[in-house]
């Protein structure tokens, strides 16, 4: 008998007590917990989005569509980043004012060479107001997973308020579990020391969030 | 289940040498009580939070009720995303499989994300047998590793060890593993944290083979969820060419929908966070991104058996948040270490007894590790009646009575005044002995619901009786302690 076949047998067999017609899924769980937490109106909520990412250590900039070149110019120029990971769907004036080598994210690029990028701008898939969460889905202005990854400063450019969603739940809804998803809330942080927090273990050490009307 | 540690004595013995160890003790309190603060307050912020945790529960249950259906539809989802499943019957065959798995990649080496499933079944030592060397990656886990020790606690393995003993084993010990630790390195956290990024960044940029657990696996579309903080996580599911994921059978939820109770009460609960750092996401494999070959290993390993029991099955519903170590008074004083198993705290006393069957001393001692306080009960995010299945499982080891072991009913025979017996009682007079458990004994009254009419037999009656000793103190227990046992081991 295969393992398979032995592990669903016990199962079945440690089962035994339940009655086939046992409750369908659909009435098994009651969902009458909320859907968001508090009202607020889209202003409020990405306030509110600004305030958690800030409180997990995340830096949070504001700007309007036109003033993003600059800004990200200068983010990248403060940091004395001399070279960007670049998503291949990234909208190109994002960075048409930033002085650095642009590194296009390729499959055959080793974790060697992206150990030497100084910077990684992204964009996202939704943001998580209640929770200070950016999630990313691979997509096309977001790239591979390993981008976001390996480089020591990301910067990410949330669009408000459409990206914004208030709860957990409901950026559920809004994503595709077939994609890779990688939920990122702050900056990388280990508390395995006397539980004190510390920044920036294995993933980047700096997350700058850019929202952007 | 490999996890009773050799030579490991049972709870009492084990406990008693932890509650001398003043390091230990003091290292656990400051833990144990600053998360316990933070998580209360994590959990206020949301309102609806008995909804979640109900939700949480009949989650689980339904899953558990219908693992059956669940497992096969896990296998189409993750074979339909390229993923390839395979069933381990207990921790020997999961080894092998894993051991065979990267065997097959030609690699000597793995980097292995914290699971609980993998120390369960002892992988890195099989691993090891055969020649391969097994990486921790998280920053406890690697203290752990390199401290050649065990890890204590399921959230913060190495929460036993101060800062100054972390140095320590860097200094000594990272040259042996890779890259040393830096000149001069001080016992700040934040040096600390930037030498294990070192050592370990080199690692990471050159594995080919990355190990995993899973918090999740979501049988409507095959996606695994791992919940992390470091990051660590992330470059051993994402780097690697190879990907193994050793996971529980009861991991599985129903739908995508249902990430949406857990991702909201694990946080809170384990780390006292909003959300976590990291939560990575994958369904099978992607085209070039991330790993291009992904297996899956579904492991019994006893749970099958908890599954049959039906007062203890609902420890399977267990997400490993660890909030019920945090508030216990007993795994405050004793330690990690003592309970002999990966799984310690309250839902270890529960789970390592139903997993491995309560045939050594060590097992048959942990339904006694516990004071039934309810505090465990009262924090845990799916509602786990802790205290309900210690009671069932001390019945059981005085009484005996049908059980199952690897799938086939057993009748258990009682424990007659040999070594249970001993370890039960010993274990009871030192839960009575302590003044923290003593302290929470008074509030024992209101909370032991429905196992109130119970008495138990033989030995278990006079650990019932003793019950009510905390009810009629004579003197402050704080002032009593002092008088008979102050300074012995330092208590304050
Ligand atoms: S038993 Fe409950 S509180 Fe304890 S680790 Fe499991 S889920 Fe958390």
Redesign the interface.
């Given at each position: 008998m295969s393992s398979r076949e032995r592990i669903l047998g016990r199962v079945r067999r440690a089962l035994a007590d339940v009655p086939r017609d046992d409750t369908p899924y659909e009435r098994a769980v009651p969902r009458d917990y909320l859907r968001e937490h508090g009202e607020r109106s889209a202003e409020e909520t990405v306030e509110l989005l600004a305030e958690n990412l800030a409180d997990y250590r995340a830096i949070v900039h504001r700007c309007a569509d036109g003033e993003l070149p600059k800004l990200l110019a200068r983010l990248m120029a403060e940091r004395g980043s001399r070279s960007v990971l670049v998503p291949p769907g990234l909208p190109p004036h994002w960075i048409a004012a930033v002085d650095a080598t642009r590194v296009p994210d390729r499959a055959g690029s080793t974790p060697h060479e992206l150990d030497r990028v100084d910077s990684v701008i992204t964009g996202c898939a939704v943001a998580i107001a209640e929770t200070g969460t950016i999630v990313l889905d691979g997509g096309p202005d977001q790239g591979r997973r390993r981008i976001t990854l390996v480089p020591d400063h990301h910067i990410c450019v949330v669009r408000v308020p459409g990206q914004v969603v208030s709860s957990v739940p409901q950026a559920l809804g809004r994503l595709d579990p077939a994609r890779p998803l990688t939920w990122i809330s702050g900056p990388s942080a280990t508390s395995d020391i006397e539980l004190d927090r510390v920044e920036g273990v294995h993933g980047p050490r700096t997350l700058e969030v850019v929202l952007v009307d | 289940m490999s996890g009773t540690y050799l030579g490991m004595p049972a709870f009492p013995e084990a406990a008693r040498a932890a509650v001398r160890d003043r390091t230990l003790r003091g290292?656990l309190r400051?833990?144990t009580h600053?998360?316990r603060a933070k998580r209360a307050k994590a959990v206020t912020?949301?309102?609806?939070w008995a909804?979640?945790r109900?939700?949480g529960r009949?989650?689980k249950?339904?899953t558990l009720?219908?693992?059956?259906r669940y497992?096969?539809r896990v296998e189409e989802a993750v074979t339909a995303?390229g993923g390839t499943v395979h069933?381990?019957?207990d921790a020997d065959?999961a080894n092998r499989i894993v051991t065979a798995l990267v065997e097959e990649t030609g690699e000597s080496e793995v980097v292995k994300v914290k699971s609980m499933a993998t120390q369960e079944i002892g992988l890195n030592e099989a691993l090891e047998a055969a020649g391969i060397r097994a990486y921790e990656?998280?920053?406890?886990e690697l203290?752990v590793q390199l401290g050649k020790d065990r890890p204590s606690h399921i959230l913060?393995p190495?929460i036993h060890r101060?800062?100054g003993e972390?140095r320590d084993i860097f200094r000594a010990e990272m040259s042996e593993w890779g890259r040393p630790a830096p000149e001069g390195l001080t016992d700040t956290?934040?040096e600390?944290?930037e030498a294990?990024?070192l050592h370990?960044?080199e690692k990471?940029?050159?594995a080919k083979v990355g190990v995993s657990g899973a918090n999740f696996v979501?049988a409507e579309?095959g996606?695994l969820v791992v919940v992390e903080?470091?990051?660590?996580g992330?470059?051993c599911l994402?780097?690697p060419e190879t990907l193994i994921s050793v996971v529980g059978?009861e991991k599985i939820v129903?739908?995508?929908?249902?990430?949406?109770?857990f991702?909201?009460t694990l946080p809170r609960s384990s780390?006292a966070?909003?959300?976590?750092?990291?939560?990575?996401?994958?369904?099978g494999t992607?085209d070039?991104?991330?790993p291009r070959t992904f297996h899956l290993v579904?492991l019994?390993n006893g749970r099958?058996?908890t599954?049959?029991d039906?007062v203890g099955?609902q420890a399977l519903r267990c997400i490993r948040c660890s909030a019920c170590l945090n508030v216990c008074p007993v795994y405050e004083r004793a330690g990690g270490h003592a309970y002999g198993s990966v799984y310690p705290g309250p839902i270890g006393a529960i789970l390592s007894p139903q997993l491995r069957g309560t045939g050594s001393d060590i097992d048959a001692s942990l339904p006694y590790a516990s004071s039934l306080c309810g505090a465990c009960y009262e924090v845990c995010p799916v509602a786990i009646d802790i205290p309900e299945v210690l009671v069932h499982l001390r019945e059981r080891v005085v009484q005996g009575g049908p059980a199952?072991r690897r799938?086939n009913k057993v009748l258990l025979k009682p424990a007659k005044g040999h070594a249970a017996e001993r370890a039960a009682m010993r274990a009871a007079q030192w839960a009575f002995a302590h003044p923290g458990v003593l302290r929470t004994g008074q509030r024992l009254a209101s909370r032991t619901r429905r196992f109130h009419p119970r008495t138990l037999p033989g030995p278990g009656r006079a650990w019932t009786g003793s019950r009510d000793l905390p009810a009629v103190p004579a003197e402050p227990f704080r002032d009593w302690w002092q008088r008979t046992r102050g300074g012995e081991d330092g208590t304050k």
């Open positions: - | 290292n400051h833990a600053t998360i912020e949301v309102s609806d909804e979640l109900e939700a009949r989650i249950d339904h009720r219908h693992l059956d497992l096969v995303a069933w381990a019957a065959e990656t998280d920053l406890a203290i913060v190495a101060n800062r972390i956290p934040a600390l944290a294990a990024r370990l960044r990471f940029l050159r979501v579309t996606t903080s470091e990051g660590n992330r470059m994402t780097l059978i129903p739908t995508w929908r249902d990430l949406e109770v991702l909201q780390t966070e909003r959300m976590n750092p990291y939560t990575s996401m994958w369904t992607t070039e991104d991330g579904l019994d099958t058996d599954l049959a039906e099955r199952t799938g």
